[in-house]
């Protein structure tokens, strides 16, 4: 099973370079749409910019294949009369890793270049001496003498702003870049239904591709696309923390290593048959994986669909990450194969009469 082709890398690297922030994904959504459009039967797009394809779309039962679209962001939110930009966060942004970040501002004349600005360090002593950044004091510079020369620019409050970071490959072992989270599940996803079309299997049921908006803001996308499809299962893909790095309490977050598998969640919103199903087929396929547990929510579109139309049958598989939400998150290239194959078997052996109650009473 080849994973990494010419033209599947070609589109991993255009569609993580593009920015796609969360309420604004329309240009990673195209990209996305363009790729998955020869390998099913239809494409629709919902209102606020979920995009979905399906493969028997005239089947009774669906199932749906999820992963959400969009990336952490910044909107522009106070320009001063010396022409320096304050912003506040479009998701869960980082604001620690902010100054000295080169960033692009969207506006609708297009692209305007800028930086986070930050005081040098030869001037932080005294009171300044442990200067840290926090959203009150981490500013843009766009070069601009005053307000007027900033608007001049486009540049208005309730432009987003996203990082320049772009995609590179670190020790042939690991992909590395802003937004892996999540677009690495839209590309494993995609290369699921492309799989699924090169090899003609044929499913005994409806397969919805579904790239979700908004996942970051609260699984928006997710909540909406659950209602407006109603599926009967859910196999949602998300990245997850690998926890082995400097800094970070394995004993607090779950011991899980980039390199050693994708990650089954077990949580009250993720059915414990699908975790039966999904496990036995890790086993049967020889697919590495590790295991979590969440407490109460997964935090993931998993609990959109979970607790949607009556309750809808889902399961989490997730990517491990390095620096999730930073500029350099980092996927190992093993894990990602390992999840295109882990929900590919998945969703081929997956049985429409399964009785998803865990009881007949």
């Known amino acids: 099973m080849q994973i990494f082709t010419e033209s599947s890398r070609k589109f991993l690297f255009e569609y993580l370079n593009n920015a796609a922030p969360t309420g604004a994904e329309k240009s990673g959504q195209q990209l996305w749409s363009t790729y998955l459009k020869p390998f099913v039967d239809e494409l629709h797009l919902d209102i606020y910019g979920t995009c979905y394809g399906v493969i028997n779309p005239d089947a009774q039962y669906k199932v749906v294949m999820e992963s959400h679209a969009d990336e952490i962001s910044w909107f522009v939110n106070y320009i001063s009369d010396d022409g320096f930009i304050r912003v506040i966060r479009n998701g869960g942004s980082d604001h620690a890793i902010a100054p000295s970040k080169r960033v692009n501002i969207h506006t609708p004349k297009g692209v305007v270049k800028g930086i986070f600005g930050w005081p040098a360090i030869h001037t932080r002593k005294g009171a300044n001496a442990k200067l840290s950044p926090t959203l009150e004091n981490i500013f843009l510079d766009v070069g ?47 290369q699921v239904a492309r799989l699924l079309k090169e090899n003609g299997i044929q499913l005994p049921f409806g397969l919805y591709f579904v790239n979700a908006v908004q996942e970051e803001v609260g699984l928006r996308g997710a909540t909406m696309i659950a209602q407006t499809i109603q599926p009967d299962v859910a196999i949602v893909t998300d990245v997850t923390h690998d926890t082995a790095t400097p800094l970070v309490n394995a004993k607090q977050y779950g011991d899980i290593k980039s390199g050693e598998g994708p990650t089954i969640t077990y949580a009250p919103a993720v059915h414990q048959k699908l975790v039966q199903h999904v496990t036995e087929i890790a086993a049967k396929q020889k697919i590495p994986f590790q295991r979590e547990a969440a407490s109460r929510s997964t935090g993931t579109d998993t609990d959109a669909f979970a607790y949607s139309n009556g309750g809808i049958p889902s399961v989490l598989l997730s990517l491990p990450l390095r620096y999730m939400h930073t500029t350099v998150e980092m996927a190992h290239k093993d894990d990602i194969q390992n999840l295109v194959k882990w929900l590919y078997y998945s969703v081929i052996e997956l049985n429409p009469n399964t009785d998803y109650r865990y009881f007949k009473p």
């Open 144 to 190: 601009a003498k005053d307000k007027k020369a900033v608007e001049e620019m486009g540049i208005h409050v309730g432009c987003i702003v996203t990082f320049e970071d772009e995609i590179m490959e670190l020790n042939d072992r690991y992909f590395v870049g802003r937004s892996l989270d999540n677009k690495m599940g839209g590309f494993a996803i995609a």
